[in-house]
DNA sequence: TACGTAACCAAGCAAGCGCTAGTGTAAATG
DNA sequence: CATTTACACTAGCGCTTGCTTGGTTACGTA
């Protein structure tokens, strides 16, 4: 039978995994190519996974828990006034979204491969993560840091900064930092 | 033989095809399920596009193509200030979004599964939509209406609307000019 | 030495895939 | 009337897919 823990092993192959779905696209890579890229034959490879969804599965758990690990150590190693808040908040997103990119950029394009069971159960550990954001950008208004609408300037700004994956390059000559920097002061009244 | 004209069949078809390329992303779109959902047999589709690729281009372009013709018709139809221009462009941008909302994720969600050959001709029709952004945007920068770098404003505003299509509820109480009109006033200095 | 277990492999099945070949038919065209 | 065109059909080829089966290897522990 098969394995179903966080060995080491199946961590290191779901890292792989990752690479591979953000290639090709979560359908058009097949099992036979994971396996490949793994070092091992097809089917070895269902000694360590269920099946091919549950590779997603996953590769997504994985990049989500270190998203909400990432941004709850930001938000409590930074000064706790509205503003410093925020800029943690983005600087902690764009971490997670350059460190651990191959996973999040499945779990943001290739959510909608999940089963049923699989996106529920992924779905509460989302929903801790945007539940920080919401905090974070509710005391910025209450705060006059930022205006509008809490529910429209939060999809925004979450928009604006899961889209970097489709264009940011991290050999160019702008960090992470940089952006989000450059974010906060473009919706920042002054 | 088949026949690449733009027939309205055709016109009908692709628009069946965008609809299914959402629902279950083209990878996952059999040629099978594409042929009942139109009422015809699997082998007829191939009558009217030469294989399945080419459905997908027919797709993306179509709503490209329609993108390009709402902006030029509303910047051509706004003052000549600009603001105004800026405002006029984030409406189209939202407009055309809805309006062909399928063309459009499935343009913004499945550009990689173009061949090259298809994938070069449709980026000159992109480039040209984009450019249209990259004018506005300086303007409003040389306006001192909004600050910042122009390469990275640009990739944020259009990084946020580009992501509504996520999350916007067209039965909801917001219009899409609410939306274009709420994160303009988000980016511009007061 | 004997045993338990994690890791792996070769082979292949049943289902589904994109696509082709060849044909039928009703309407438009000369 | 004869011919062409547009559209649809049936049947199935050749291949790939996710996954299973039944067994082997490597190695730590007693």
Redesign the pocket.
């Known amino acids: 039978m098969n ?1 179903m823990n966080a ?1 080491p ?1 199946r961590k290191e192959l779901t890292r792989l995994a990752a690479q591979l779905f953000v290639q090709e696209g979560f359908d058009r ?4 190519m994971l ?1 490949q890229e793994m ?6 490879l ?3 996974f269920k ?3 549950e590779i997603l599965a996953a590769v997504i758990e994985e990049g989500t828990q270190n998203a909400l690990s990432i941004a709850k150590a930001a938000l409590q190693a930074c000064p706790n006034n509205a503003e410093a808040r925020l800029h943690a908040m983005a600087r902690a997103h764009l971490e997670t979204l350059f460190a651990d990119r191959n996973a999040h950029v499945v779990a943001l394009f290739e959510w909608r491969r999940l089963d049923p069971a699989a996106s529920a159960h992924l779905s509460h550990l989302r929903d801790a993560y945007e539940a920080m954001w919401v905090d974070v950008i509710e005391d910025a208004l209450s705060a006059g840091l930022i205006h509008g609408d809490r529910f429209l300037v939060s999809r925004f700004i979450l928009g604006a900064l899961n889209w970097t994956v489709r264009w940011y390059d991290p050999n160019g000559s702008r960090t992470p930092d940089d952006l989000a920097d450059e974010l906060v002061a473009m919706i920042m009244s002054r």
Request: glycine residues 10%; without cysteine.
């Open positions: 394995v060995s092993r890579t097949t099992v036979r396996a070092g091992i034959k097809s089917g070895s269902f000694h360590h099946d091919k969804q």
